[in-house]
Nanobody, 125 residues
Framework: QLQLVESGGGLVQPGGSLRLSCKASGFTLDYYAIGWFRQAPGKEREGVSCISGSIGSTNYADSVKGRFTISRDNAGNTVYLQMNSLKPEDTAVYYC??????????????????WGQGTQVTVYS
């Protein structure tokens, strides 16, 4: 059974850092594109970043470029999202997402095949 489990969320002050983890089970990461989405209260779920299968090319939403870094540990079947210089507007539930096929899809929920349960990130002053 394919499963994605996120961890690493929490409370942090502006300017701080967090690293989110997405542990995959039931499938091999190398054959999937893995992304991170987030959803703030009252807002639509939005794509944050994606890493493709195989060669591991990455992309980022403009709002997080230069601050967030996505990476993949194939041996551990885990994808990470390193978040630096966090801002209050980064507050949201962050979801790990997988898409069959190695290429990153457009950053829209309708292209996602599997979701994790989400982890809360709160950036407070």
């Amino acid at each position: 059974q394919l499963q994605l489990v996120e961890s690493g969320g929490g409370l942090v002050q502006p300017g701080g850092s967090l690293r989110l983890s997405c542990k995959a089970s039931g499938f091999t990461l190398d054959y999937y594109a893995i992304g991170w989405f987030r959803q703030a209260p009252g807002k639509e779920r939005e794509g944050v970043s994606c890493i493709s299968g195989s060669i591991g090319s990455t992309n980022y939403a403009d709002s997080v470029k230069g601050r967030f870094t996505i990476s993949r540990d194939n041996a551990g079947n885990t994808v990470y999202l390193q978040m630096n210089s966090l801002k209050p507007e980064d507050t949201a539930v962050y979801y790990c997402a997988a898409t069959t096929g190695r290429l990153c899809p457009p950053p829209q929920p309708r292209f996602i095949h599997y979701w994790g349960q989400g982890t809360q990130v709160t950036v407070y002053s």
